[in-house]
């Protein structure tokens, strides 16, 4: 059975939409800037939605007194814009898997600041929404999905294993449509726990550069709608071809040898009958530990012949959870545009590795795709989108 991607929505740092999000990566725009979202003791670099929550809720029609996480408003704005994109018949079963890893924290900070000083103070209202499941019962209502719905956590792979689920349900007769992705908002939670591991980079990342020092974090939410393959029906692509893989090595870190990410890849590309890719968007998270074991598994699975490659995350920020919601509709445009994106703060391989990743945006044949996220955990998904 043919699964075929029919509707897509994002919003991140270089905008919101499809149109704003390929001009600004056509142009060479970084979205990794000041952090203004939050007061933070914690110095670096950001990618934010140029949103405050405010300014989503009147993009989304919903009133400014009504309480809503801003991983739900992201997520909200993207798959509306998915869902409109698809054309989805009124008749049609309908099934929505979100994935997120902060899911209300931002509101539940906001809550234990007060609460914590007195405990009869703090709005019991910013904690209603705590829990990851709440946002994709937001989206859901938001967007009219009154089918199957369900909700992924499994870290930075969480947006791309929600797109495999929802070929799973498609494959096995539980839907018609499918809506996946993700959505992640930055809070003082996520940028904390990343400073204490000592992986975020005070300067703007350069992912797969023998200088990286790390990642800048980043916000927002990928959408793609996915359903069967049938005649007549418009399409952007197939989903051709995915994996999910863990190298079972260690909480945070990858194996040396890139276990994980090799046989994600690999069984990705087995599952989808094709022998080559024309351009891969790699995790490329610009931490030393990653890029060095991403690049391992390039290399293991295509020797000498590593396919055209880049990571967007110098444009986007490292978005979390919605990562692979994201990159997965990014690697959609380039399929649909023909185009391999630039991968920002490149200047010098990996000594190791010797890859070099596409440097700046560019035109070229792009007839298959493939998209990888890995997470903390080991848990690595690859996705691979064809013609």
Do not use: W
Not at 41 to 62: C, F, H, S, T
Not at 168 to 180: P, R
Not at 349 to 370: F, H, K, Q
Request: aromatic share 6%.
């Amino acid at each position: 059975m043919a699964i075929a991607v029919c509707g897509i929505g994002i919003i991140s740092a270089i905008g919101n939409g499809a149109a704003e999000t390929l001009a600004g990566l056509q142009a060479g725009h970084s979205g990794i800037g000041k952090l203004t979202l939050f007061d933070s003791a914690v110095d670096v670099p950001a990618g934010e939605v140029p949103y405050d929550n405010r300014a989503l809720k009147r993009l989304l029609g919903i009133p400014e007194r009504q309480t809503r996480s801003r991983t739900a408003l992201l997520g909200m704005a993207a798959a509306r814009q998915a869902v409109a994109d698809a054309a989805i018949p009124a008749a049609a079963r309908v099934a929505l898997i979100s994935g997120t890893s902060v899911g209300g924290m931002d509101l539940t900070e906001d809550f234990y600041r007060d609460f914590r000083l007195d405990g009869s103070k703090g709005r019991l209202r910013g904690v209603a929404g705590h829990d990851c499941a709440d946002s994709t019962r937001q989206i859901a209502r938001h967007c009219g999905i009154g089918g199957y719905t369900a909700t992924v956590s499994t870290a930075c792979s969480s947006a791309a294993n929600a797109i495999i689920t929802g070929a799973l349900l498609l494959e096995n007769g539980m839907a018609d449509y499918v809506v996946a992705g993700g959505t992640d908002a930055l809070c003082r939670f996520t940028l904390n726990g990343f400073n204490a591991l000592s992986i975020l980079d005070a300067e703007p990342c350069r992912p797969f550069d023998a200088t990286r020092a790390g990642l800048n974090l980043g916000e927002g939410a990928g959408y793609v709608v996915l359903t069967r393959e049938v005649p007549g029906i418009r399409t952007y692509c197939r989903l051709a071809g995915y994996a999910n893989a863990n190298d079972a090595h260690h909480q945070t870190a990858s194996s040396q040898t890139g276990e994980g990410a090799y046989r994600a890849m690999a069984g990705a590309l087995t599952r989808s009958g094709l022998e080559r890719v024309d351009y891969i968007n790699v995790h490329g998270t610009g931490t030393p530990n990653n890029d060095m074991t991403e690049g391992t598994a390039l290399r293991r699975l295509f020797g000498d012949r590593v396919p055209p490659f880049s990571s967007t995350k110098g444009c986007t920020g490292h978005a979390l959870a919605a990562a692979g919601g994201i990159e997965a509709v990014l690697s959609v445009l380039a399929l649909e545009h023909g185009l391999r994106y630039g991968n920002l703060g490149f200047t010098e391989p990996i000594p190791e590795l010797g890859l070099r990743p596409v440097a700046r945006t560019e035109r070229a044949r792009v007839r298959s795709v493939l998209s990888n996220s890995f997470g903390f955990g080991g848990n690595c998904c690859s996705l691979l989108f064809a013609k």
